[in-house]
């Protein structure tokens, strides 16, 4: 059993900074696929960044350059720095991980919604104004 639980958020003026935590636990191993996604209410949820079990990281074309994903060496906690935050960035964040994607089967898994994932945290709000 795996479990994801999130902090971090909160609200935020539009070009400002802020880190997203994510903490991991349970039976995992160093080939673990960990990635963020959001979602908006009424809208699809969409992949943010992902980061594979060597470190290599993945991030959704409307991020390159705002974000950095990111994770402990011990691998039990991931991060997400935002900069420059939009209007646009305002939604719920949701850590996601899975066991069976493995190098650009994990960094490619953020084109889709998340079905790819088994793990996911409760989420974490960010609004931007």
């Known amino acids: 059993d795996v479990q994801l639980v999130e902090s971090g958020g909160g609200s935020m003026q539009a070009g400002g900074s802020l880190r997203l935590s994510c903490a991991v636990s349970?039976?995992?191993?160093?080939?673990?696929?960990l990635a963020w996604f959001r979602q908006v209410p009424g809208k699809r949820r969409e992949g943010v960044a992902a980061?594979?079990?060597?470190?290599?990281?993945a991030y959704a074309d409307s991020e390159k350059g705002r974000a950095t994903i990111s994770k402990d060496k011990a691998k039990t906690t991931l991060y997400l720095d935002m900069r420059s935050a939009k209007y646009e960035d305002s939604a719920m964040y949701y850590c996601?991980?899975?066991?069976?994607?493995?190098?650009?089967?994990?960094?490619?898994?953020?084109?889709?919604?998340?079905?790819?994932?088994?793990?996911w945290g409760q989420g974490t709000q960010v609004t931007v104004s």
């Open positions: 980061i594979d079990e060597e470190g290599h990281p």
């Open positions: 349970g039976d995992i191993d160093d080939r673990y696929c």
């Open positions: 996601a991980g899975d066991p069976r994607l493995f190098y650009r089967g994990c960094t490619t898994a953020i084109e889709g919604t998340g079905e790819l994932f088994d793990d």
